[in-house]
């Protein structure tokens, strides 16, 4: 992401100065600090912010100082680099982020940078608590992240939900000037996969519990004691593990508590064929309640990318069928009892295809009390009626 001000450029350009002085070529710095191919060069034009070390080492082949580099330079001094910013664009606001190869940007509309600020600095705040000694590090890492997102749909209720978890929320959590200085080693990227998703589970369970506890309905993440406790008062033949439950739902309490659904919850659909199926299909098969619930997040790095999610077409059960095998997992097979996405850009499974054994519903977090808690409560009555529970 291109943030180098005019102070910055005539500080690198000097490098390049420096070099022919030295009457080097940039291929011969290269071979001397053992540099992949065009590093010098992309230094001197400003196209990549090194880091100090970088110029320390640039400057003692050319024997000179970090002195040298910075005297008669002028002009507004640089902001900290970032992985991901934002730039007040009229109504609305251009979030920057690097996505792969590309300087990405994201118009997200009636928003203020100081809106961004306030949905980076909940996760920010609650990272830095992991400063404070005898806390469990991965559950504030998780609480952070969903006070984040909370945050932000709150602010910007007309946004989609998948964009900001996305384009905003994730690249946040991986720009490490928003951790704690302890972790400035470690790849936040590999981090971001465990902590999102059971920041997903945590947004599920705070979102929707209050509305379905209306109902009489449990919805919440179980210990392992509480769900192999739960698991083996099922009505299911085949075995099921439980450390692949994600968010249970369940009535009554105590000894009287009884497992009604397990609610699977993905980011995108990358793992569920070979997490979620067995078990979703071995519990629909016996008549329990396992949705999947999801952001369908799926776009292509580019400068301005798309999340368009994975499911693709629709079907109305005329012509030709160019469903995706996601979509046919869900409608056709019924390896899930529903799916509901939070994705905008989700195609809802057409209310004339008659055919589909299951729906493809598309909610946002404006209103709890939508087609998932229905579709929850209406499920809630068949178990009832149809296993006694």
Not at 205 to 216: Q, T
Request: charged share 25%.
């Amino acid at each position: 992401m291109t943030t180098n001000t005019d102070f910055l450029l005539q500080v690198l350009s000097k490098l390049k100065t420096f070099r022919e002085e030295a009457k080097l070529t940039p291929i011969e710095v290269e071979q001397k600090l053992i540099l992949g191919a065009g590093w010098v060069s992309s230094v001197e034009n400003g196209e990549i912010v090194p880091t100090l070390d970088v110029i320390a080492s640039l400057l003692s082949v050319y024997n000179k100082s970090l002195t040298d580099l910075a005297q008669g330079a002028t002009g507004t001094i640089p902001k900290i680099y970032r992985s991901i910013s934002a730039v007040q664009d009229g109504t609305g606001i251009k979030i920057n982020f690097t996505y792969s190869k590309y300087d990405a940007t994201y118009r997200l509309e009636d928003a203020t940078v100081e809106q961004f600020n306030q949905v980076v600095g909940a996760l920010r705040d609650g990272l830095s608590l992991l400063m404070q000694p005898n806390e469990n590090g991965e559950a504030l890492k998780t609480e952070s992240v969903a006070n984040s997102f909370l945050t932000a749909v709150k602010l910007w209720p007309h946004a989609n939900p998948s964009d900001i978890w996305w384009f905003l929320v994730s690249r946040a959590y991986c720009d490490p000037y928003n951790h704690p200085s302890i972790f400035s080693r470690l790849d936040f990227s590999q981090s971001w996969k465990r902590t999102g998703g059971w920041a997903l589970e945590t947004i599920l369970v705070k979102h929707y519990s209050p509305e379905l506890a209306k109902h009489g309905i449990n919805l919440f993440i179980a210990d392992t004691e509480t769900r192999h406790r739960l698991i083996d008062g099922l009505l299911v033949d085949d075995r099921l593990e439980a450390d692949k439950m994600d968010v249970l739902l369940t009535v009554g309490s105590g000894d009287s508590e009884k497992l009604i659904g397990v609610i699977h919850v993905k980011a995108s659909f990358a793992e569920r064929r070979t997490d979620d199926v067995p078990m979703s299909g071995a519990l629909v098969k016996a008549g329990y309640i396992s949705p999947l619930w999801t952001m369908d997040c799926k776009s292509s790095p580019s400068t301005n990318p798309n999340n368009k999610g994975e499911l693709g077409a629709t079907y109305s059960g005329v012509g030709d069928d160019l469903r995706s095998a996601k979509r046919k997992d869900i409608e056709t097979d019924r390896y899930f009892s529903g799916c509901f996405s939070y994705n905008s850009k989700t195609l809802p499974t057409p209310t004339d295809f008659k055919q589909s054994k299951a729906k493809v519903q598309v909610c946002n977090f404006k209103d709890p009390d939508d087609e998932f808690v229905k579709f929850i409560v209406t499920e809630r009555a068949r178990v009832k009626g149809e296993l006694g529970i």
